[in-house]
Nanobody, 119 residues
Framework: HVQLVESGGGSVQAGGSLRLSCSAS????????MAWFRQGPENAREGVAQ???????VYADSVKGRFTISQDAAKNTLYLQMNSLKAEDTAMYYC??????????????WGQGTQVTVS
């Protein structure tokens, strides 16, 4: 059982930056997949960034070069650094965690979301 709580969202001008945090508690596993998703006002939920098994990151094309996902294992915390923000980045952002299977990640745990508004 894992509980996730996001923080760091808010309102920012286009071109600005925000850093989101996701604190994990409960029965955590260092091998869990960890990722960020988002859902805009007129969009379905989409993957934003995911940490691969080798520690590298995979990003959606729309955020590549602007966003950076990272984690601090000692603090059980996941981060998303967002730079050069655009209006299109406005969305509710969610962190997710789950088992890393041989071919995919199974995201069983989700946070409540944190709102990011870019104007």
């Amino acid at each position: 059982h894992v509980q996730l709580v996001e923080s760091g969202g808010g309102s920012v001008q286009a071109g600005g930056s925000l850093r989101l945090s996701c604190s994990a508690s409960g029965t955590t596993n260092s091998g869990y997949c960890m990722a960020w998703f988002r859902q805009g006002p007129e969009n379905a939920r989409e993957g934003v960034a995911q940490i691969e098994a080798d520690g590298s990151a995979v990003y959606a094309d729309s955020v590549k070069g602007r966003f950076t996902i990272s984690q601090d294992a000692a603090k059980n915390t996941l981060y998303l650094q967002m730079n050069s923000l655009k209006a299109e980045d406005t969305a509710m952002y969610y962190c997710a965690s789950g088992l890393r299977l041989p071919t995919r990640c199974r995201y069983d745990y989700w946070g409540q979301g944190t709102q990011v508004t870019v104007s």
